[in-house]
């Protein structure tokens, strides 16, 4: 009888075979044994755990599909923010963002690295002594949902990584479905007479999120890595980094490209788009970075935007339909949007049967009608909208679309403000208007409530169990009646009240954001958030002081005081308070500085304590403001060692110059 030291190391070899197997199928492409030997390594692992439980371990291949499903998805705070990337969709775009770069960098030499951008879903990965810890979605860039026990069911994504160099670090990456894999998943879906998926992006972003790992293993999900990121070894460049995720055996893609300068990054765009539709996967564009690392410090972000990298985004698809209709939404502010219902057409991986037509204004521009035949694209690959009318098709009996008098839903007249393109129903109970603020209200990037869907929240509009979205925190008292209703039962009920209450515990930042409140996205509720404190300090503030929040503008702030001035939303406000939402930030809030606040401030040069980004956040916590150019409206140009020429050009100027601890004497 074997001892049980052999047997652990017969087991660890199974494992490294399996481990091996994977990397040479999934990763490389080039597997050097059949299924049949495969499953029969498997097989053998398996049956040597099964009698011997105490050696099974967490990075197993056997356990990439175990445990419950997941009930909730915990948050995990990202060690280094996701950025999303500015867009260009131009040469020009491209050599503008090429300038910027040179002019910050003040005459250095430098390089871009290209890769191919997936239309997949950013996810990380943390290892810890070499074994995958923990896995997230991108979430909102600083905090995403943890999803661990889904990820491990990747065959691409090693469950254990790493050499005597790299034990804990974080590798980024992009989880996609490849074309051919989505046409079998939708073809599955029809035969079981289910619903057919949109697009490959929308179902690799909804896989992830599912609860149960075993429905997500049975999905075709693959990997490609781009990032790695480790506090024990420097990495110089982002091609250097993207040799090491190489030879730490994750997937890489290989189309990636070192370019001398911005025409060499055009002649890589150019070749990939070519090559496009012959790739497995969908693509919609390139990323350009710079590739040192110390570069890319220098330049740092701007918003949630690195300045060292960009998007370049191919040309859209496009394809011919037919308008069969053109109707109109209501949205929760009221604004009236025409839409064109089309003769389904299959377009950029989805089929599109709707296309917006974004204003009346554009509609009497491009002088669109129903029944005409229209070029459409996905703008980005994603948004459907008509291009233009193919004329030569009009037939003699068409007539140009009238624009409604009356709102399509609940028949009110419409207004037209003046210095505005859109029109508005301006009755506030309007069932649409009602319908979108709920709906807002509880969306994954507001209040979050799951189980509310738009399907269910009709149903409790018509029972009269909600008229707006305070409502919802009084459903508890239907419980009874909602248990017996169609559709439902005490545990899918019991289920939507439990979400309810656990949305108490979202930040006031996303309560902010959940209001609804006109031109306010989420970025600026956590700015308002940030700076104001609570929600008591923003209805009092006045709209000057509103102006003072770095990126706020008069529109934004006189929305604020707009929506804050109306009896019906302080009333909303006062029911929300009582059912126990948060409405103040939970860190303390900074004070700002009478020295900084509304002041300009260029930065150049390298500085010994502190990194680009966190100079410029403490400076826009306390009220300043970050400029990448020196000009008379400058006020400091904090200077590290082998400043260029913006220092030059600011003692040109006369612009006061800081070295560091002018810096912080300031700041204090």
Known sequence: MASITEIKKKAASLREKIKDADYKYFVLDDPDIDDFKYDMIMKELYELEKEYPELITADSPTQRVSGEPTKVFKTIEHKIPMLSLSNSYNFQELVDFDNRVKNILEGAEYEYVCELKFDGLAVSLVYENGRLKTAATRGDGMKGDEVTQNIKTVRSIPLTAGNKNFSDFEVRGELFIKKDDFVKINEEQELRGEKIFANARNTAAGTIKLKDPQIVASRPLNFYSYFIYSDEVK?????????ILEQLKFPVNKNYYKASGINEVKEFCDRMEEIRESLPYDIDGIVVKVNSIAQQEILGSVSRSPRWAIAYKFKAKEAETKILDIVCQVGRTGAVTPVAELQPVFLAGSTISRATLHNFDEIKRKDIRKGDYVKIEKGGDVIPKVLSVILERRTKDSKPYKIPDNCPV????????????????????????????????????????????????????????????????????????????ERFGLKSTDNILTAIENSKQKPFEKVLFALGIRHIGER???????????????????????????????????????????????????????????????????????????????????????????????????????????????????????????????????????????????IK
Do not use: W
């Open 235 to 243: 990495i110089i460049s982002h091609y250097e980094s993207l040799k």
């Open 410 to 485: 609940c028949k009110t007249k419409l207004e037209k403000p003046e210095e505005e393109i859109y029109y508005y129903c301006p009755n506030y109970n309007c069932p649409s208007q009602v319908l979108g603020r709920i709906e807002h209200f509880v969306s994954r990037n507001a209040m979050e409530i799951e189980g509310l869907g738009t399907s269910i929240i009709q149903i409790f509009v018509e029972n009269g169990f909600l008229k707006n979205f305070a409502d919802i925190y009084d459903l508890k008292k239907y419980r009874d009646r909602i248990i017996d209703m």
């Open 524 to 666: 600026t509720a956590k700015l308002l958030s940030s700076h104001f404190g609570s929600i008591d300090n923003l209805m009092n503030a006045a709209e000057e002081e509103i102006l003072i929040v770095h990126e706020i503008g008069p529109k934004i702030a006189q929305s604020v005081k707009t929506f804050f001035s109306d009896r019906k939303n302080l009333e909303l406000v006062n029911r929300l308070k009582k059912s126990g939402l948060k409405f103040e930030s939970e860190k303390k809030q900074t004070k700002l500085n009478e020295k900084i606040s509304g002041k300009i401030f260029v930065l150049t040069g390298t500085l010994d304590k502190y990194k680009r980004e966190d100079a410029q956040k403490i400076i826009e916590d306390l009220g300043g403001r970050v400029s990448s150019s020196v000009s008379k409206k400058t006020d400091f140009v904090l200077a590290g060692s082998e400043a260029g020429s913006k220092l030059s050009k600011a003692q040109e100027l006369g612009v006061k110059v800081l070295s560091e601890n002018d810096f912080e004497k300031l």
